[in-house]
């Protein structure tokens, strides 16, 4: 997941809580502890109030990668319902961390599709 700076992210962020891995990630090999704000600067879920643009979710409800559990999503979408951000989460049953069925890639597209033809303005003619 993606969070672009011009839907009211400061920074890209692509994990929605990354203190939840608190012993690296990817090229990071310092701790939460000694690299607080690196930690701080990769979850979305902790800068939440910053979010402003409405924001779909897309993630496998069967996601094995441990820094992207399907409940980081379930309590980033909770936390811009609860401050009234338009946003959705779709759970795709039996999907792992990067989509595999072809119905489940199909359905994130219309998905996406759906959710760019709401929230984007369309262009004059």
Partial sequence: MLLP???GCPRNRA???RTLTPFGFQGERRTLWEAP??????????VADRIRAPL?????QRDT???TPFFQSEALYR???RRQVPAKLVGLPGE?????SRDAILHALWEMEDWLG???AKPAR
């Fill in 5 to 7: 700076s011009h839907l």
């Fill in 15 to 17: 994990t929605p809580n």
């Fill in 37 to 46: 704000g690196v930690y701080q600067d990769a979850s979305a879920f902790l």
């Fill in 56 to 60: 779909l979710l897309i993630h496998g």
């Fill in 65 to 67: 990668n441990p820094a």
């Fill in 79 to 81: 936390a811009l319902e």
């Fill in 96 to 100: 792992n961390h990067v989509l595999q």
């Fill in 118 to 120: 709401r929230h984007v």
